[in-house]
């Protein structure tokens, strides 16, 4: 390998993931799953050692330099994500229906929402994101921070009051802990 770069960026690869680079995708796999992660559009370049993974900038640009920081960011978070996963909890608020959740499949039914007949579904991003419901809670857990946080956006945005004065009719469900698992 040659000097290391000022510009060079190198992660620490955790004891129990390992880390494979095949072609322009990475793949990172540890105990909550496995997450693949194509970086061909991303003008950066990634080594991937034995215990690290080396991250240099295509160009000596700015823009160049920001994007190497932007792709630490990302294989970071999937590092992150295999070793401890992530959890977003969100809290079911009504006053003045009782609202029920159910997860049916791969969706996720807000039931009686304003005493509507019909079910308010948002979808679950991911084949590896669970969503349990607890109390008046629904927790959202995962390997994957951009599928999970898609999936807590989803439910939130499906319960969204449209037409009403939202500082009075408070119901719905709203995210409330972004938080790592375990």
Same mark, same amino acid.
Request: overall charge positive.
């Given at each position: 390998m040659?000097? /290391? +770069? %000022?510009n060079?960026?190198?992660? #620490?690869? #955790?004891?129990?993931?390992s880390? @494979?680079k095949q072609g322009?995708?990475?793949v990172?796999?540890g105990? /909550?799953?496995?997450i693949?992660?194509d970086?061909? %559009?991303l #003008?950066a370049?990634?080594d991937?050692?034995?215990r690290?993974?080396?991250? &240099? #900038?295509?160009g000596k640009r700015?823009r +160049?330099?920001a994007?190497?920081n932007? =792709?630490?960011?990302?294989?970071?978070?999937?590092?992150?994500?295999?070793d %401890?996963?992530?959890r977003y /909890?969100l809290?079911i608020?009504? =006053?003045?229906?009782p609202?029920?959740? @159910?997860?049916?499949? &791969? $969706?996720?039914h807000?039931?009686?929402?304003f005493?509507e007949r019909s =079910?308010?579904?948002?979808?679950?991003v991911?084949? =590896?994101?669970?969503?349990?419901?607890?109390g008046d809670?629904?927790?959202?857990?995962g390997p994957?921070?951009e $599928?999970?946080?898609q999936?807590a956006a989803?439910?939130?945005?499906s319960? @969204?009051? @449209?037409?009403?004065?939202q500082r009075v009719?408070? +119901?719905?469900l709203?995210?409330?802990s972004?938080? $790592?698992?375990?």
């Open positions: 040659s000097t /290391k +770069d %000022k060079e960026t190198e992660l #620490p690869v #955790p004891e129990n993931v880390v @494979k322009h995708h990475v990172v796999t105990t /909550k799953g496995t693949i992660k970086f061909h %559009k #003008p370049l990634i991937v050692g034995d690290t993974i080396t991250i &240099r #900038p295509a700015k +160049d330099l994007i190497t932007t =792709a630490k960011s990302i294989i970071n978070n999937m590092l992150m994500g295999v %401890k996963g992530f /909890k809290k608020v009504f =006053a003045h229906f609202i029920s959740v @159910k997860v049916r499949g &791969r $969706e996720i807000v039931e009686n929402f005493g =079910a308010r579904i948002s979808h679950i991911g084949d =590896a994101t669970k969503v349990n419901i607890s809670d629904v927790i959202v857990e994957s921070l $599928e999970v946080s999936t989803n439910i939130e945005s319960t @969204k009051v @449209k037409g009403k004065d009719f408070l +119901d719905g709203y995210i409330y972004r938080s $790592e698992g375990d």
